[in-house]
C-alpha cells in the first residue's frame, strides 16, 4: 500500500490514478483487514495455549497494546481515507489533486502506511528478542 500510495503522486492519467486508488483499497481489503483479524486470532491462541500467556510477560503486553494500536488505527483512520480517496479520484478524476480533502486523505495513506510498516518492524523485532522479562506478579 505504501508503495502504491507513493506512486500516486505524479500521475498524469485519470484512469490511472483511481486504478491506484482503488487498488490501495482492494489490498485493504483482501490482505491488510484478514491478516489485522489472523493476527488477533493467532495471537489469542497463542497466549491461551502457551507459557506466555495474555499477561506474563511485558513484551507480550507491549505487543498486544500495538497490534490493538495498529488495527484502530486502519479501521477509524487509513481505511476512511483510503475509501474517500478512491471516491473523489473516480468522480474527479485529476482534478483530485486540487481537492483539499483528496490531498489530505492520500497524504494520510501514505504516512499512515509507512507508519504501519515501521511499528509492524518492531512488533517483529518484540517478537524475536522478547525484551523486559517476566512481570511479577505480587
Not at 491488510?32 to 489469542?44: L, M, N, Q, R, Y
Not at 495455549?49 to 490493538?68: A, C, D, E, P, R
Not at 473516480?90 to 480533502?101: D, H, R, T, Y
Amino acid at each position: 500500500m505504501f508503495l502504491i500510495a507513493l506512486r500516486n503522486k505524479d500521475i498524469a492519467n485519470s484512469d490511472i490514478l483511481f486504478a491506484l486508488n482503488s487498488a490501495i483499497n482492494l489490498l485493504d481489503d483482501v490482505v491488510v483487514i484478514p491478516s489485522a483479524i489472523g493476527s488477533v486470532v493467532t495471537a489469542t491462541l497463542l497466549c491461551w495455549g502457551s507459557n506466555y500467556g495474555f499477561f506474563k510477560f511485558y513484551w507480550v503486553i507491549t505487543k498486544w497494546i500495538l497490534t490493538t494500536g495498529l488495527i484502530i488505527f486502519g479501521t477509524f483512520w487509513l481505511f476512511p481515507w483510503g475509501n474517500t480517496a478512491e471516491e473523489i479520484s473516480f468522480s474527479e478524476g485529476l482534478e483530485a489533486f486540487k481537492n483539499p480533502i483528496y490531498l489530505f486523505d492520500a497524504r494520510g495513506v501514505l504516512i499512515g502506511s509507512l507508519i504501519q510498516i515501521s511499528f509492524l518492524l518492531i512488533i517483529i523485532a518484540i517478537s524475536t528478542f522478547k525484551p523486559w522479562g517476566r512481570r511479577t506478579v505480587k
